[in-house]
């Protein structure tokens, strides 16, 4: 099962920052924090993944609580092509370790 | 560079019978993982290959098998098909330093 909460479904304006939000609260210390996302009927895309530092990259930003139970992944200026299905994911990194995938949240970015 | 690459895209079977996806990983990488994902569900994990061996499995019969060759590509057969086995397949391809997975556009098998 699924190690993480987050809400079915979203909506957001066009050019605002989308905020998605991941429940993790039994996450252990070794466990990164991962967030793919997936457009309709294709594959999943990696976005970004940190350990307990906020990180950042060009497609968007990971904001982590200090006590690690939840997270934030923030798209600064959302685009229609950003509506997609968003999953946060916890894991280990280590060889032979899978992903294990929730249901997601359903962004809609509106005009 | 190329990324990850599935055939073939689309494919229709009939119950009962056995079919072959294929699996060419991120230049540089040498893991692959396979997946299955339903119609309105998360991707489910189904096994992965490295050095030319399953590492590891998830909760699938054995009528899922694979294959990884020495070129790092890898496939995936299942046998005695069912309407249930109707999904997207998906293959993802990692390597160290980053262990981050990166997916292919997957096949979507029809099961009739």
């Known amino acids: 099962d699924a190690k993480t909460t987050q809400p079915p479904s979203m909506d957001c304006a066009e050019g605002r920052a989308a905020n998605l939000p991941c429940n993790h609260s039994?996450?252990?210390?070794?466990?990164?924090v991962y967030w793919y996302r997936q457009i309709h009927s294709q594959g999943p895309q990696y976005i970004i993944h940190?350990?307990?530092n906020n990180e950042t990259n060009e497609m968007a930003s990971l904001i982590i609580t200090e006590d690690r139970k939840s997270s934030t992944l923030i798209l600064p200026h959302a685009t229609l092509r950003d509506t997609a299905v968003y999953y946060c994911?916890?894991?280990?990194?280590?060889?032979?370790?899978?992903?294990?995938f929730g249901p997601g949240t359903r962004l809609s970015v509106l005009p | 560079d190329a990324g990850v690459t599935q055939s073939p895209t689309h494919l229709i079977k009939t119950r009962g019978q056995q079919v072959t996806l294929r699996c060419s990983p991120k230049?540089?990488?040498?893991?692959v993982s396979w997946y299955q994902q339903a119609l309105g569900q998360g991707p489910q994990f189904i096994f992965q290959?490295?050095?030319?061996?399953?590492?590891q499995r998830g909760n699938f019969p054995d009528r899922f098998s694979g294959h990884q060759f020495p070129n790092y590509s890898s496939e995936l057969n299942v046998n005695a098909l069912l309407l249930g086995d109707s999904a997207l397949y998906l293959c993802?391809?990692?390597?160290?330093?980053?262990?981050?997975?990166?997916f292919g556009p997957g096949t979507r098998l029809t099961v009739t």
């Open positions: 993802a391809s990692s390597s160290p330093p980053g262990y981050e997975q990166y």
């Open positions: 039994t996450i252990s210390g070794n466990e990164y």
């Open positions: 940190g350990l307990k």
């Open positions: 994911i916890v894991r280990v990194d280590n060889y032979g370790q899978n992903f294990v």
């Open positions: 230049s540089g990488h040498d893991t």
């Open positions: 290959y490295y050095e030319e061996e399953e590492r």
